[in-house]
């Protein structure tokens, strides 16, 4: 079958860096992407891997490597406000969307 | 420009009953997904509309619906309700052409409990 594999629960510090990994297992699929969801709220897209390497949106960046099913979401000079759930995405040759379980993200100050 | 907007924002209903949720996608979005997030978990996908037709649909039982109006507006219907219904109800809209790169507008959600 088809899924993405993400931590649960990751925790850092207020100022720091967080790497937020997902593994997958589908056949085939167009991209990667990165959603964050507040508690109470919607998700809002974060970022896109079409191809394999790194993608920079700001303080947050994603990475994809195909021939090793992996991919991951980098957040810098981490704020409070980024305490929240952040889930990968992919979109299988069926396009129906699969989402990971998510991975809650508390920062410390 | 309003976002995605979703009604009602919460719901309770008893088993056995039947529900419909309503979904406006963002201005100029023409596609619409549906999708249901159940506490602690990841949205699943339940179908999308285009054009007003089903375009895909995930491993969710004919007792879930769905409708897309001219306006792009749609619906979410299900029946025979379970207690295993109760969770958020999620829709998402996405401009043309963005389908392929997932770049997708949540709504607020519906939070559905079933007693």
């Known amino acids: 079958g088809q899924s993405l594999e993400q931590p649960s629960e990751v925790t850092a510090v207020e100022g720091a860096i967080v790497q937020i990994n997902c593994t997958y297992q589908t056949s085939g699929f167009y991209g990667l992407s990165w959603y964050q969801q507040h508690d109470g709220g919607a998700p809002t897209f974060l970022s896109y891997n079409a191809l394999d390497g790194l993608e920079e949106t700001g303080r947050f960046s994603s990475f994809l490597s195909r021939s090793d099913s992996y991919g991951y979401l980098l957040l810098q000079e981490l704020q409070m406000k980024d305490s929240a759930s952040y889930f990968c995405?992919?979109?299988?040759?069926?396009?129906?969307?699969?989402f990971g379980k998510g991975t809650r993200l508390h920062i410390l100050p | 420009d309003a976002g995605v907007t979703q009604s009602p924002t919460h719901l309770i209903k008893t088993r056995g009953q039947q529900v419909t949720l309503r979904c406006s996608p963002k201005?100029?979005?023409?596609?619409v997904s549906w999708y249901q997030q159940a506490l602690g978990q990841g949205p699943q996908f339940i179908f999308q509309y285009y054009e007003e037709e089903e375009r895909q649909r995930g491993n969710f039982p004919d007792r879930f619906s769905g409708h897309q109006f001219p306006n792009y507006s749609s619906e979410l219907n299900v029946n025979a309700l379970l207690l295993g219904d109760s969770a958020l109800y999620l829709c998402a809209s996405s401009l043309p052409g963005q389908t392929y790169t997932d770049t997708q507008y949540f709504g607020p959600g519906t939070r559905l409990t079933v007693l």
């Open positions: 995405a992919v979109r299988p040759r069926d396009d129906k969307i699969i």
């Open positions: 201005s100029g979005h023409d596609t």
